[in-house]
Nanobody, 123 residues
Framework: VQLQACGGGLVQVGGSLRLSCAAS????????MAWFRQAPGKEREFVTA????????YYGDFVKGRFTGSRDTAKNTAYLQLTSLKPEDTAVYYC?????????????????WGQGTLVTVSS
């Protein structure tokens, strides 16, 4: 399976973006798809994950309702809706998939990664 993330770009403070992550290749038989982000000089940070079979989502502590994860199983695609963006949200956003059940929030628990898409929030 390959993951292809897209949808990043330059947006002003308070703006919105929707990121997409499409899975291609073999059948998508992973348990969950997640989004992480990494700002320059910082560790990769868990944003959200969506469980593939039922769509249940879980979030990193900093999200506080501003971001929403979802998925479309017919398209093998996950989405990340970003709203009320702040300059500190500037980062490369990565999607990743895991075969682990449970609430995987560490990058080490994810087996397949997309290439990342850059989100830049200007003030």
């Amino acid at each position: 399976v390959q993951l292809q993330a897209c949808g990043g770009g330059l947006v002003q403070v308070g703006g919105s973006l929707r990121l997409s992550c499409a899975a291609s290749g073999r059948s998508f038989n992973y348990v969950a798809m997640a989004w992480f982000r990494q700002a320059p000089g910082k560790e990769r940070e868990f944003v959200t994950a969506v469980r593939w079979n039922d769509g249940h989502q879980y979030y990193g502590d900093f999200v506080k309702g501003r971001f929403t994860g979802s998925r479309d199983t017919a398209k093998n695609t996950a989405y990340l809706q970003l709203t009320s963006l702040k300059p500190e949200d500037t980062a490369v956003y990565y999607c990743a998939a895991t075969r682990l059940s449970g609430w995987a929030t560490s990058a080490r628990e994810y087996h397949v990664w997309g290439q990342g898409t850059l989100v830049t929030v200007s003030s």
